[in-house]
């Protein structure tokens, strides 16, 4: 009908910055699904399963949206398959979250009192990678109104630089959690240390794909 | 009985101006209802008036060139066993079966959903007419390749002035380490430029049209009398900014930049509002310029080589795109607001001054040129320089096809129209004009 309103596509940034806090709402839930496990409330972790499973399925949704609109038809301020990049990476996270919330689903594993610090203080420094990933991220628009490039996204670079050494420090955890469990052999049955190990690599690769995510964003803002 | 075929021709007139305001002026606005400035009701409300102005104040330049430029009447009138009641008769026929055709291509095309031009359906239209009339040679077409090129020109001319202007508040102001510091400084640069667009095109030939016979409103006078009232609101613009973000510039960067943005907003209201007067005073003459060369034929029996526009006529237009705007243009006007949800105010300031300033520039020169297009052309420009989150390059193709459809498809109407009109009307005009000539 109008000529204006058919010019303006609809902008994938709105929803990339919906879609960075739905995922980060599923990596919420990892503390929730940790102390239930030790309170050994079984029904507790099958409701927040349902619950992250829910949330993925929406930012799922949300990802679709972003695609949508990043048709060939559009003209965009950054590269249109860096972004897609980013937010199937970005989605990847949710996924993560979702398979530790299946693990602790498929079988009532009782999680040996020795670890509870050490599995705490792994999903805290796990948290300081998504957190810088969040805060990054929901800073698209803001992106976007600066053309992704001066003092603004200079603040955004700053913020995913320290993204890898969060990383690192959650990866140093991750091997002495891993020491720590391998030495309970013997003292806690084999199927249970096959599913604390399992636990491990499942909460390693949320930080690893929020990584991932971090370095596509900050390619987007050096490309500029 | 001359009366009635004038105020039937007026109604024709009208129409084509309810036309114009049904579809057009709601695209005038779209930067100010986009960034969320104004709401529609009050969007509607400023079109009208900015219309209405600039319909009256700068309207009547672009008139006399669609009705002669195209065709140029005394070569009607130079025609072998033509008489001069002859030609005064076809020039009234032709030009008000112009009228009808634009006017009956537009309400069409609108039905349909195509984007089309107001100014390009009244150019193929008389174009049209002088084919049929007089033949192929009598249509001016160094002119009309002038008109033609024009509307290539008028969207790049617009988008790459756009792209500058943006480039310099991104580069300037949003992209500063301190961006509200930086608008305090420069936003009032833009206000300048913006005043001096506007002011430029009122005063340069607008005013001086009203105000007739003043010895010493020279040219460089009006260019120094704009530049100063420009300069006056740079500096008021400064104050009032330096009050509203003082103490801005330690917040966080986001934080800051929406105080930049919002010093924007009534920037981004002034220059569509500016889009709406430029169009105003651009598209009205697509109306009232075939109305006013009927009206004099009818009115002296004589063709004459310039004809002045009534005031009356010009108020008509004025009137008429007013009332297409509140009977129906609402509705494309809230298409328009709630459809764009990706603009700010910072780059629809940059998109309104650009597309300003060509289509006055534009209408100084006589070019009839495409409000809607220009304003395209400026869009997309900003899109160019990173600056929307996504634009469609796909209504480009639109536009263009809508140029390649519009010109022929009225010309031919006003080809049959204008038989008809001849095989039905002839005489009874010609009686007239015989009447008031003698």
């Known amino acids: 009908m109008s000529l204006i309103s058919d010019l303006f596509g609809k902008s994938p940034f709105g929803p990339l910055v919906e879609h960075s806090k739905t995922v980060h709402e599923c990596v919420e839930l990892i503390q929730p699904l940790l102390e239930a496990l030790i309170r050994e409330d079984y029904e507790?972790?099958?409701?927040?399963?349902?619950?992250?499973?829910?949330?993925?399925?929406?930012?799922?949704?949300?990802?679709?949206?972003?695609?949508?609109?990043?048709?060939?038809?559009?003209?965009?301020?950054?590269?249109?398959?860096?972004?897609?990049?980013?937010?199937r990476r970005q989605d990847k996270v949710a996924d993560m979250v979702q398979d530790f919330a299946v693990i602790l689903m498929i079988r009532n594993t009782k999680l040996h009192p020795s670890l509870h610090d050490q599995f705490f203080a792994f999903i805290n420094q796990i948290f300081q990678v998504t957190g810088l990933l969040l805060n990054a991220a929901v800073e698209f628009q803001n992106l976007a109104e600066v053309s992704f490039s001066g003092a603004e996204a200079r603040v955004v670079l700053s913020l995913l630089q320290g993204i890898g050494e969060e990383e690192w420090k959650a990866d140093r955890l991750a091997r002495t959690l891993s020491k720590s469990i391998y030495k309970l052999e013997g003292e806690e049955e084999t199927l249970n240390i096959i599913f604390y190990e399992k636990m491990l690599l499942a909460l390693g690769n949320i930080a690893n794909q929020a990584e991932n995510a971090g370095d596509i964003l900050r390619t987007i803002l050096v490309q500029q | 009985m001359d009366i009635i075929i004038i105020t039937a021709v007026a109604l024709l007139g009208l129409y084509m101006a309810w036309n114009i305001g049904a579809n057009d002026v709601a695209n005038s606005m779209a930067d100010a209802v986009g960034s969320k400035a104004i709401s529609i009701k009050q969007a509607v409300i400023l079109a009208g008036i900015c219309e209405f102005s600039g319909a009256v104040l700068v309207g009547s330049h672009v008139t006399d060139t669609v009705r002669k430029g195209i065709v140029d009447p005394s070569l009607l009138a130079s025609m072998p066993n033509i008489t001069a009641p002859d030609a005064a008769t076809m020039l009234v026929i032709g030009m008000t079966a112009a009228l009808l055709s634009a006017a009956f291509w537009l309400h069409f095309s609108s039905w349909t959903g195509m984007p089309v031009s107001t100014t390009h359906s009244i150019v193929g239209a008389v174009a049209g007419f002088g084919i049929v009339a007089a033949g192929w040679e009598s249509v001016n077409w160094g002119k009309m390749s002038q008109i033609v090129a024009s509307w290539f020109i008028s969207?790049?001319?617009?988008?790459?002035?756009?792209?500058?202007?943006?480039?310099?508040?991104?580069?300037?102001?949003?992209?500063?380490?301190?961006?509200?510091?930086?608008?305090?400084?420069?936003?009032?640069?833009?206000?300048?430029?913006?005043?001096?667009?506007?002011?430029?095109?009122?005063?340069?030939?607008?005013?001086?049209?009203v105000i007739k016979d003043i010895p010493w409103f020279t040219d460089d006078l009006a260019l120094v009398l704009s530049l100063t009232i420009a300069l006056a609101c740079a500096i008021v613009s400064h104050i009032i900014i330096r009050k509203k973000l003082a103490g801005k510039e330690e917040l966080p960067i986001s934080k800051q930049l929406n105080y930049v943005e919002q010093i924007f907003t009534p920037i981004v209201i002034i220059s569509s509002c500016a889009v709406a007067f430029a169009h105003g005073a651009n598209d009205v003459a697509n109306s009232v310029g075939p109305l006013a060369a009927v009206v004099h034929v009818i009115s002296t029996g004589t063709i004459e080589m310039k004809v002045g526009v009534p005031f009356w006529i010009l108020m008509l237009g004025g009137t008429g795109i007013v009332i297409g705007l509140a009977t129906y243009g609402y509705r494309v006007m809230h298409t328009v607001g709630t459809d764009i949800t990706e603009i700010t105010p910072s780059r629809g300031v940059a998109a309104d001054i650009a597309a300003t300033a060509v289509v006055l520039i534009c209408t100084r020169m006589k070019l009839p040129v495409s409000t809607t297009h220009t304003l395209v052309g400026a869009i997309l420009g900003i899109g160019l320089a990173r600056g929307l989150g996504g634009v469609n390059r796909a209504v480009t193709k639109k536009i263009f096809g809508s140029w390649i459809i519009t010109v022929p498809a009225a010309a031919i109407l006003a080809m049959i129209l204008y038989q008809a009109g001849n095989f039905f009307l002839f005489d009874i005009i010609k009686s007239i004009i015989l009447a008031n000539g003698a």
């Open chain 1, 44 to 87: 507790e972790i099958h409701f927040l399963q349902d619950k992250i499973s829910e949330l993925e399925y929406q930012a799922d949704c949300i990802k679709h949206e972003v695609r949508e609109q990043l048709s060939k038809r559009y003209f965009m301020p950054v590269d249109k398959i860096e972004l897609e990049r980013f937010v």
């Open chain 2, 155 to 209: 969207p790049v001319a617009g988008g790459l002035m756009a792209y500058v202007l943006f480039r310099f508040i991104s580069k300037y102001i949003l992209e500063r380490d301190k961006p509200a510091r930086a608008a305090i400084k420069f936003a009032p640069v833009v206000v300048f430029m913006m005043a001096a667009v506007l002011t430029l095109g009122t005063i340069y030939k607008g005013l001086k049209h």
